[in-house]
Each structure stands twice: as structure tokens, then as C-alpha cells.
């Protein structure tokens, strides 16, 4: 058995528990929002037509904001599409994902359902093939409240009241030459500038994400970041980055140690943050969106058939069904996010439904929790107040990908009376006996302590079987004199709420 000793001290302070680091996306791809989010034939479905069943299981998840309509998609839509009468929304081609959109779910239906579901909206601009004067169009038709030629046109449309978005992103992933319009450093940095200072001039208020690298692995990171921000450093208040992770060739031990990855990513830009900051003698604060995150198994997607030469309307694309292990990932690479919740604070878990989501509808059938669920709800549900950088005294084991790793990682959150404490046992076949010394904290008592593990690491929920994997109570969780003990099972993702 592993043995592992924490430490958390009230004082060791990262920042406050961001809200945002709770968000998800919503994106026109696949299932995800025709049978996903709407299908009025649906049994659940309310009168404009969303899976009431599906709401029901967004508010479970915690999603505090929800980024839409893309994603890759944004780079070819013309917003103007989606609104008005739905029988004279036209039918478009998306060359993104080789399908057609139909355009029946728009702005103005999509924030109805945010109300339902309780969460923000952060909305992408096109400027792959766009620019600057839809853009312009978008924000007036969106938050501007009367009164002008667009903000009446959505009052016309059934919506009297401004949207009030006020996150929005400068696009999509525009380093990428999978994207329509990609365009180089320099060339994005500059309409993206351009851009913001618009969209500012209209509301000098609106929070603005400039798109970041893709992922950490592209050719360009670094000088992307820092070409990009030199442009737009006083027009913008984020930088974005997308990062997706899978096991592969079985190498289950670097998987397990995705977070490493990540927290690097996040290191290479907060230092770029910080080198354009100081080059333009500026106090100013870029935050980090990590607006794309998740477990996708990428390469078998690369290898299907499912972008073909068929032109279909939400076709079944990207629906990765995630095992145990899967879901301790998904945990472990939330803990990181938090962690670094001082340059991270914004996030979004891509996606919401059916394409790489917690959660998963069956047309005309039921919606279910995917592993990746829990430790996503669980963690919305317990983490307040501020994150706690945790002392971490632990084995550890060497991975092909990422060198080193720790066998436990760790992240506290604590408010007045009540603390939550996130752990990961990475060990591939032993358990982990954990001690944590919680006296800063002032916690006597466990509240409850939850650990989703399973003796097969890749069973899976599914359709047939949607509560396969789910978690437990942990009876291996004991409290003395100010310190708790606890056993975790190998692969697991454990949450201890105390009081």
C-alpha cells in the first residue's frame, strides 16, 4: 500500500474559488444540441422544445457558464442565420464537421435556455470568415436594450430584454489550419485588436477572450501567445487555451498523469502573460480562459468515418463513451484548474452533451450521467471560498510521457465553517493510505466523503447500463485530534467535504 502525508494550512492561500472555472460548451457539432440539448418530440420537452430531463442534469453538473456556438463551427456561421421566424431560417453547409445546420436553435432560443438552466453565456464572434462589423452587428442585436435598427429587431424576434453577454470570444482556435480562415500570428493579433477595441467602444465593460494555441503542442506556442498579446494586450482581458487528453498505446500511467501536461500549459503562458506585461511597462491583468478541456479520444475519431462525404443534419460525431479511469482524469485536470486559479479563471469542460460530454441522450429515449459526470458536479457542489495549495508528501512513479509523477495529488478549498478537499490516487494496482493534517483549517468533523473508483478501470455507463460506474460513500475515512485518514483505491478520484 502507498502511503501519502498532507498538509494544509489556512494561510496558504492561491486565490478565491472562481465561479467560471465551472463552465462548459455548447457547440453546433454532432448530437449536441439537436437530440442533445432540443428535440421537441421529446416526452420531456417544454413548449420551445428542450430536454427537460436534460436541464434537470445540467443543473445537477453545476455548469456556471456555458461558451456557444463554437468551436470550430463559429468560424463559418453568420449569426443572422439563426434568428427570426425558424421557417425562414435557411439550411447551411458546416464545413467545419462536413454537416448541415438547420439553424433552428439560435442566440435568442439558446439564452432562453441558459435561464432554465441557470447559467452564463459566453458567446463567440466569427473572425475566421468575418470580422469586425458582424461582430459590431451581434453585440447590438444582443445586449443593446432599444431603440436602434438590431436591438428592436430582437424585440420584434420575442425577446424584449438584452442578453447582457458579457464574455466573448475573439473567435476560435485561429493558429489552427483545420480552421476556415486561419490566419497567421500577426495577422490575428492585429484583427483581433482592431476587434476588441470596437466591440469596447460600444461597452467598455465586456470582458474579451483573445484566442490562444490550440494546444501546448503546436508549433507555434509560445511566440503565438506573445505575438497575439503584443496586438491586443490593451484591448483584451483573457487569453484562451485548449487542451484534450487520452491514453495512449495503453500507456495508462502518463494518462493518469495528464494533469502534469496541463499545468505546464498553463505555466508557458502565464509566463508570456507576464513577459508582454513587463515589455509594455503594464500593470494590467490578462486572466487565462481555458475554454476547451476534456478527455477525447482524438485519434480514433481521426481514423472513423464519421466526417464523410454525406451532408447530414446532427449526425452521431465525436460521442466518446468514458470509462473509470477517464473520469480521474477529468477530476484530476479540474483540481488543476483550481489550483491555479491565481491565472485560471475562467474554464470551460468541452462539451456539454453527447459530443465528449458528462452527459448523454438517446433520441426519443433517456438521458444518463457518463463517469466524467461526478467528479465534475461533486466538485461545482463542495469547492467555495478560497483554493488552499496543499503540502503533498507522496511516492512517486516515472511515466513515459511526462517523467515524474506524483502518485497522490491534491487541491483544498475552505470558507468560514465548512472545507473541501479533492485528492487522486494515480497508483495503477495499489491502494493509497492518505493522512492530512487539517488543523489550520479549524475542521473536527467528515461531512462526507464520496470516491469513484471501480475494479475495472475501463467499465464504462452506458445506455444499457448508465450506473455502472458511479460513486461511493469511501468507509475508509476517520477523523482524530485534527487529522483525517483515508484509504483510496487505485485509479480512483476521491472529494471529502468537512466541517
Known sequence: MHRAHIVLDRQAVVAPVRRRTFGSFVEHLGR???????????????????????????RELGSTTIRYPGGNFVSGFRWEDSIGPRDKRPVRRDLAWHSLESNQVGLDEFAAWLKLTGSELMLAVNLGTRGILPALDLLEYANHPSGTALSDLRIANGTPEPHNIRMWCLGNEMDGPWQTGFLNAEDYGKLAARTASAMKMADKDLELVVCGSSSAGMPTFGDWERTVLE???????????????????????????????MDF?????AATVDHVAAKKHSSKKIG???DEWNVWYQKEHQESDEVNDEWRQAPRQLEDVYSAADAVVVGNLLMTLLKRSDRVTSASLAQLVNVIAPIMTEPGGPAWRQTSFYPFSITSRLAAGEVIRPAIESPTYTTARYGEASVIDAVATVEEDRSALFLVNRGLSQPAQVTVDVRSLGSSRILEALT?????????????????????????????DGVLTIELPPVSWTAVALH
Open 265 to 269: 500549459f498553463i505555466d508557458g503562458v
Open 231 to 261: 496586438h491586443s494586450f490593451e484591448h483584451v482581458d483573457y487569453i484562451s487555451c485548449h487542451a484534450y487528453y487520452q491514453e495512449h498505446d495503453g500507456d495508462l500511467g502518463s494518462f493518469l498523469a495528464s494533469a502534469l501536461d
Open 452 to 480: 469513484l473508483a471501480d475494479q475495472d478501470v475501463y467499465a464504462k455507463n452506458t445506455l444499457a447500463e448508465p450506473n455502472r460506474v458511479v460513486p461511493h460513500t469511501n468507509p475508509n475515512a476517520t477523523m482524530t
Open 288 to 290: 487565462i480562459s481555458f
Open 32 to 58: 449536441c444540441v439537436y437530440t442533445g440539448i432540443y428535440e421537441p418530440e421529446h416526452p420531456s420537452a417544454n413548449k420551445d422544445g428542450f430536454r427537460m430531463d436534460v436541464v434537470d442534469l445540467v
